[in-house]
């Protein structure tokens, strides 16, 4: 054996022949790194939070509420570069299944630096959010069961929510008529703006000095929470309370978050929060009501990660299910539910939630970009950006999964981003090469 490959092997890496670049030509030869799923032990503490001073400390950096509702205009580099956010003329009728379809596309226009937000709020209402190239934030809606047939479509043109957004909006919803989004400012603050009751408030500044884009869930009418990673990788939370009206401050979850965090609730007040850690694993923390702080532990999920995870938290049980891009560019996945186990000492059956084994779901996914899944029909659908920019969708049910990725077509350059609406409804949006939005629908 050649001494380079020796030393390949030796390192955990291992030399694969992979798929041909076209579909005609010599099969290329690439390196893939190995996806390591035992947990391993930390070199630093993730429950030990620390305070530096500099998540929270003032600083002569930051915009103004009044700037961010109405920036000037010059300060836009590539607003001359932004093409019209129009739509096509083609109108696109109600979907009539409830899941995307393969090949089954709309092109949303636009100009998007990243990834889109979709959320739903209310009985068909769906809204749908991205950074335009000038930083603003754009948005436009549609209302499934509206009298008039125009409202039941997307909106004709994108509304201009302002900002300046450095990063993709997370959007959630508490209840009918009212939506939460948050961005990460280019001044690195997070920035949250509301609609409620038809009406939309102002950008406000929620202070913080962000290194990702923030995640958020609400859980009830009353509550909804925004989530961030500061610069030293400690992860840091507010939440809202409506009976109050007011936010609470940032409370310090601790970690060493290397990606954006992903953030699950269910209708028990649970919550989780799940990132790749700067050792490259996969890392949880969810909501204890034992505790005084109302937070248990982090705690290692293992594996090798490259890029954000993704999760899901099932309604009514206690399950949850997480997915990453493997350094070995596959999607794993991993599950935790209740395990019944029989003591044969003591004769007793006992059933404790715990995480299962990571599952190799194959694929070859796009560097950098996660996965998005949802619940749906008692099972999951999990779609991936492949290497090709093309997306793939694999669905479980009745405890198995469906043997080989679909493809569903499309061009596209971000991650997926996954919304379930009314009866089970699902729909995948992403940026385009061009910045526009599409819908696999």
Known sequence: MHLSVLLLLTAGVELVLGAPNKPYGPPRRKIVKRFIAEPRSSTVDWNAPRHDGTFLAK???????????????????????TPPALVPKDVTPAPKEKRATAGQWENMAGSAMYHPAPVSWGRGHLNLYYTGKDRTCQYKSRDHYAKEPKQQQWSSSWENL????????????????????FCKGTDQQTWHRSYDNGGWGKWQAMGGQCKHEPATCSWGQDHAAVYVGAEDGACWTRSYNEPKKQWSGWYNLGGYMASPPKVVTNKYEHTSVYCKGDDGQAWHKKTDPKKESGWGEWETLGGSLDSAPAAVSWEGEERMDVYVKGSDGACWHKTYENVTTFDEKSKKTTTLPKWGAWENLGGEMKADLPPDVAVVDGGMEVYITGEDDAVYRKKWADGSWTEDWEPMGGDVVTQPAVVKWEEDKVEVYFAGKDGSCKRCY
């Open 162 to 181: 302002g900002g300046e957004l450095d990063s993709a909006p997370a959007a959630c919803s508490r209840k009918k008529d009212n939506v939460h989004v």
């Open 59 to 81: 600083r002569s950096n930051v915009h103004s509420a009044e700037y961010f509702n109405n920036p000037p205009l010059l300060s836009r580099a590539a607003a001359q570069d």
